[in-house]
């Protein structure tokens, strides 16, 4: 851009102004990380002014992280074009708020997919998200959480490694087989909780999380990067498939911020921020979200600022944003909204209450009447407070609006800084593969016992077989040698009998 009145400067980023250029309205950078809301019904702008504010942000030095729902946002990777059919109602748009002479100019963005299709793939492991973490992602109740947490610990105590989803599957098994000698120790584990967290693990891997939990593990630093040229990375993450599996989103959401919490020191209110988050389509993460994760969201939002973090939620509704998180978003831009229920009329009138009054602009009326383009801004001051409610024209973006050709995606993802590092899957031994040996060996000792047990008790029926044939054997012997001894002792006694008769009738006839 040129360098009047819509120029940055070293401290802000021009937003927009009134045509003719009052009202000029600048994000001031040290206040970006208080967080911040772009609302308004679709085709009124809000991709364009999620645009602009990302490439102020990179022109800054300040790196940014941006979900990409539609596509439309790969087009920062590219120059605009004078080309292109926007382009003179962007020269317009220029002239009418002082920007001065439009220029166009790409941006250094790294694209990230959480399936690794359209980007460099986003992958964590179960270990990382943490037991408490991911019970609150599925919802699950005290009890469930307990033995997840006892899972978790069985299996640091036993240096098992849970990487993915089947690690945490195969340890939920190993807990609730091993359910009475866990108990001492640990606790009780069921085997009603335990199939109650497989069955939500199930719906979590039907949705991509078989992808995300795996390895290697994305590195945060990666996000967190300034050029030699001064500017931040914009890191875009394609989003449209994952908009289908919104309970993925609300995890990898979780995840990002819990990990920047932890990795990043205290820094307060720094002069710039260190990174700044865009999430589209924000209501996806809050419909039907259960109270524990509303509230763990809620707690990473109002914490990590002062890890010079900005999160801005960007969605068709402000109502959308639960009131303990949309408390926190002191930087705000609405653009047009419909009235065409009763959701819609309440929606009008919660947004008007959100701004800090100015008697120019009648914020109800106005939110009805915007163009596409058109906003009403209230952003905060370097003290802090927020700038009444102008309503004003959104500065022209430098980049290309519109989706880059696939063509072009694949060269850039050629070029970037994390090329060939994120891509092969790693699949090391973990807890699935040495509790399924363990299994196996345990199953084969079995076996081996079973067989041996079987041996045994044939061999004992072969000598009891043995024992009784030996009985009759003798038992027949025997029999024959009394029989024959029997019949011998008869004929020798016949024979003395005989022998005597011969003897007593011999010595008869001598004696005549």
Not at 132 to 159: C, P
Not at 306 to 319: A, E, L, R
Not at 326 to 331: D, R, V, Y
Not at 418 to 432: H, L
Request: aromatic share 6%.
């Amino acid at each position: 851009m040129g360098n009047e009145l819509g120029a940055d400067d070293q401290a802000s980023l021009f937003i927009g102004a009134k045509s003719g250029g009052d009202g000029a309205q600048a994000l001031v950078l040290k206040r970006a990380n208080r967080h911040g809301l772009i609302a308004g019904a679709t085709g009124t702008g809000k991709t364009v002014t999620l645009q602009i504010m990302a490439e102020g942000f990179s022109r800054a030095g300040v790196p940014v992280f941006m979900a990409d729902v539609k596509g439309d946002l790969s087009g920062m990777a590219m120059p605009g074009s004078p080309t292109h059919k926007a382009h003179e109602n962007l020269v317009k748009r220029a002239a009418d708020i002082g920007v001065g002479t439009l220029t166009y100019a790409d941006n250094p963005v790294v694209f990230w997919d959480l399936f690794g299709e359209q980007g460099h793939p986003v992958r964590t492991t179960v270990s990382e998200m943490g037991a408490l973490l991911l019970a609150r992602l599925l919802g699950l109740n005290d009890t469930q959480e307990g033995v997840l947490a006892i899972a978790f610990k069985v299996a640091d105590d036993q240096g098992l490694l849970l990487l993915d989803l089947k690690d945490l599957k195969q340890m939920l098994v190993y807990c609730a087989d091993n359910a009475k000698e866990l108990a001492t120790s640990y606790g009780n584990v069921t085997t009603q909780s335990v199939g109650a967290i497989q069955r939500q693990l199930l719906g979590l891997e039907s949705q991509g999380g078989d992808r995300f939990f795996s390895e290697p593990a994305l590195d945060i630093k990666d996000l967190i990067v300034v050029g030699e040229d001064g500017r931040g990375q914009v890191n875009i993450l394609a989003a449209d498939r994952l908009m289908g599996s919104p309970k993925l989103y609300a995890t990898f959401l979780l995840w990002m911020l819990s990990e920047l919490f932890e990795e990043l020191p205290e820094v307060g209110d720094p002069e710039k921020p260190k990174l700044v988050f865009f999430f589209d389509e924000a209501h996806l993460l809050f419909n039907e979200a259960p109270k524990a994760l509303l509230d763990k969201i809620e707690q990473v939002v109002r914490l990590i600022r002062s890890k010079g973090v900005g999160v801005y939620f960007i969605t068709q509704n402000p109502i959308d944003i639960p009131d303990d998180i949309a408390g926190q978003l002191g930087n705000r831009v609405q653009h047009a909204l419909r009235a065409f229920t009763p959701r819609d009329q309440k929606a009008v009138k919660a947004a008007a209450q959100t701004f800090r009054q100015n008697p120019a602009v009648n914020v109800e009326t106005a939110i009805l009447e915007l163009k596409t383009g058109e906003a009403l801004v209230s952003l905060l001051m370097a003290d802090g407070a927020p700038t009444p409610v102008e309503r004003v024209l959104i500065r022209p973006p430098a980049s290309r609006l519109g989706p880059i050709e696939p063509s072009e995606r694949k060269v850039i993802l050629s070029v970037s800084p994390v090329a060939g590092k994120y891509e092969e899957t790693i699949d090391r031994e973990s807890a699935f593969e040495r509790l399924s040996a363990k299994a196996a060996e345990t199953a084969q000792a079995q076996s081996a016992g079973k067989a041996e047990a079987e041996e045994r008790k044939a061999a004992l029926a072969k000598a009891k077989e043995d024992a009784a044939a030996a009985r009759a054997y003798k038992q027949t012997t025997m029999g024959k040698f009394e029989k024959a001894a029997m019949s011998t002792a008869t004929s020798a006694a016949n024979q003395l009998g005989r022998r005597l008769v011969r003897g007593l009738l011999g010595s008869l006839f001598k004696g005549r």
